[in-house]
Each structure stands twice: as C-alpha cells, then as structure tokens.
C-alpha cells in the first residue's frame, strides 16, 4: 500500500511541475494563437552558473512562470564564455 502511495505522490509531483513549467513558443505560434505579451524577463549570470542552452531555457521557464506567464519567446540571446545571457518575451494566452 505504501509503495501505491508513493508511485501515485510521485506521478502527480511530475504533472505539477510540467504544468508549471512555461513553454517556448516561435513568432510564428506567437501570431497564430494571438498570444498576450506580458512583459519581458532576462537571464544575466556569471561563474557559469547558467553555462548550456539547456540551463537557459531553465531558467527562462522559471522566470516566465514567476512573472505569471505560460509562454515565452527569446528575443536575444549570446553564450560569452561559460556564460548564456538572453531576453525573452512573456505571454499568456489570448483568453485570460
């Protein structure tokens, strides 16, 4: 019974996390589903700390969720050294 328990805790803790994860969109889906701009977030680190595209898009996602969005999309990026710095905009969906 606990082992249910814990694969069921486990299983929900994943769909709540990809729920809150934003996505990256493109111009293009930008445009098509008429997104709402909510403003813009922007990743700045150094020491490495945000060091492959992967860590970027982390940390987007994060930022994007924490300013209230569910989309967003780079409108400039650059890896100098170890480091990514990027600008992305924030959308939310055109019914909210």
């Known amino acids: 019974m606990k082992k249910i328990a814990f694969a069921t805790s486990l299983l929900i803790s994943a769909f709540s996390f990809s729920a809150l994860a934003a996505d990256q969109v493109s ?14 977030v922007n990743v700045s ?25 569910k989309y967003y999309h780079i409108i400039a990026a650059r890896q100098h050294g170890p480091n990514f710095d990027a600008v992305a905009t924030v959308y939310n969906d055109a019914n909210k």
């Open 45 to 69: 680190q150094s020491g490495g700390s945000i060091s492959s595209p992967s860590d970027l898009h982390k940390e987007l996602s994060k930022l994007a969720d924490e300013k209230g969005g």
């Open 27 to 40: 111009k293009e889906e930008v445009e098509h589903f008429k997104l709402v701009k909510i403003g813009n």
